[in-house]
């Protein structure tokens, strides 16, 4: 008997942050806040900035969390039989 | 290295003036030190942002120093303990113009030079100790000394769909990148891996004021490096107003890669508002991944699976022209019992207490 694969296969560990973004992205069309009700999200420590002084970010940790780097690019040495 | 940092000196000094005659409108600066018994990482970055013609453009410099105790294991004849030291320096130069009210045209280049990770260095010491004198052997003229450097360029736009209330990104980068190459020796000599990689990366982002106290930001990535799968990373972000002094920021995010790397990891910060000036705040994150070896008959370089904790305190300040904040939290990581094919990296990949330092600083004019 013949089983079908599914068409994408999302390993479980992405399940969760992919929901969680589509519900994200799904809610983003339900309202709008006008800007002179703002105060909240506009202040210190709610917004996503780049600022070294304002994010929670930490640069070095990606030499530790591999999984977690934003983007691809060469990783440790390339090596010959990594996998 | 000397003549590696006077020349990034050197592009600095020729930039700072530019950037002065333009209009600095703010200037970033920070450190950041992560520490275990065996290995120190460190960076500084300083980041200036001024308006030229047209443009918003964002240069940012970083130097890093990545030292450890190389110890081979104790059946490696060839090895000896030794301390290295290397240095790594990057620009990157970002811009953003607005091509009308609701869309921007973004654009970046950069490179660096040194190694970009301590695991790229222990690794290449490894290679040395084994392979930097094999008289005699076929193949031995393929090693070389590394001189891992790269460069990066992106493009990207910005779109306003929602004035004042959200944003999507996507943007597109391309990266090459000279590495340092893996070697491994059989009967018919020595052979090497690849001396270099190239990467296109998307990512595509959007952000969102949910209700008067949500703010999110969601992230899609997809990348593919030189005859590996793509890798594919999500996450999202959720900063959320509790109450007048209170904040809540949680960060969950995933990333895989075929055929069985995957890794997922959360953040949540709470923080507290003393006064006006100064904030406070606790953070707690794990991390966890499959690790990178896919089967158990070769000699194999790649991490095994591996997971990590921090709790963290950070303090924030600011007033009308200054910001700063202060973080210090350990992190313990642990991997997972490696299997013999990589036996020969027991002290590359052995479970560690590390301590992050960091002291970050803006100014506006």
């Known amino acids: 008997m013949n089983q079908r694969k599914p068409f994408i296969t999302v ?7 992919l929901c969680l973004s589509i519900a994200a992205i799904a809610l983003s069309g339900c309202t709008s806040v006008p800007v002179y009700q703002q105060q909240y999200v506009s202040k210190d420590g709610m917004t996503f900035s780049d600022n070294p002084a304002e994010t929670d970010r930490v ?5 530790i969390e591999p999984g977690s780097a934003v983007s691809g690019g060469a990783q440790a040495a390339g090596c010959t039989a990594c996998r | 290295m000397r003549l590696k940092s006077h020349i990034f000196c050197s592009i600095a000094a020729a930039v700072a003036p530019i950037l002065a005659q333009a209009g600095i409108e703010r200037t970033d600066g920070s450190f950041e030190l992560i520490d275990s018994s065996d290995v120190s990482l460190f960076q500084m970055s300083s980041i200036i942002a001024a308006p030229i013609a047209d443009w918003e453009l964002d240069v940012s410099l970083s130097a890093s120093d990545f030292t450890f105790d190389y110890k081979p294991v104790d059946f490696d004849f060839n090895g000896s303990d030794i301390t290295r030291d290397e240095q790594n320096y990057a620009l990157q130069l970002n811009g953003r113009k607005l091509l009308n009210e609701q869309t921007t045209l973004l654009l970046g280049a950069g490179t660096y030079d040194g190694f970009s990770n301590y695991r790229s260095a222990w690794l290449d010491e490894y290679y040395r100790q084994q392979f930097n004198d094999l008289t005699g052997v076929p193949g031995a003229e393929l090693y070389q000394t590394a001189s891992p450097k790269g460069i990066n360029g992106n493009i990207g736009l910005r779109w306003m769909y929602r ?11 391309q990266l090459q990148d000279d590495v340092a190459p893996g070697y ?3 009967f ?3 052979q ?11 990512s595509l982002s959007t952000e969102n ?3 008067k106290r949500i703010r999110s930001l969601v992230s899609l990535r997809a990348s593919q490096t030189s005859q590996r799968s793509w890798r594919y990373g999500s996450e999202i972000a959720f900063n959320v107003a509790l109450a007048e002094r209170w904040i809540a920021r949680l960060q969950v995010g995933g990333t895989t890669e075929g055929p069985t790397f995957d890794a997922y990891y959360g953040n949540l910060a709470v923080e507290f508002a003393i006064n006006e000036r100064i904030s406070m705040y606790l953070d707690g994150r794990y991390y966890d ?3 990178e070896i896919e089967n158990s008959f070769l000699f194999s370089s790649a991490a095994p699976g591996t997971s990590s904790r921090k709790f963290g305190l950070g303090i924030k300040w600011t007033n009308e022209t200054w910001s700063g904040r202060f973080y210090v939290a350990p992190i313990s990581s642990h991997f997972e019992a490696p299997g013999g094919n990589v036996d020969a990296f027991q002290n590359l990949y052995k479970d560690r207490d590390w301590t992050v330092f960091q002291l970050a600083f803006s100014r506006t004019y």
């Open chain 2, 188 to 190: 018919d000599g020595l």
């Open chain 2, 163 to 173: 004035p004042s209330n959200a944003f999507a990104q996507l943007t597109v980068s």
């Open chain 1, 59 to 63: 640069n070095l940790i990606s030499q």
């Open chain 2, 184 to 186: 491994e020796i059989d």
């Open chain 2, 289 to 291: 991944d499959t690790g």
């Open chain 1, 11 to 17: 390993p479980l560990r992405l399940r969760l942050p």
């Open chain 2, 192 to 202: 090497r891996g690849q001396l270099a990689l190239a990467t296109t990366a998307i």
């Open chain 2, 209 to 211: 004021i949910l209700t």
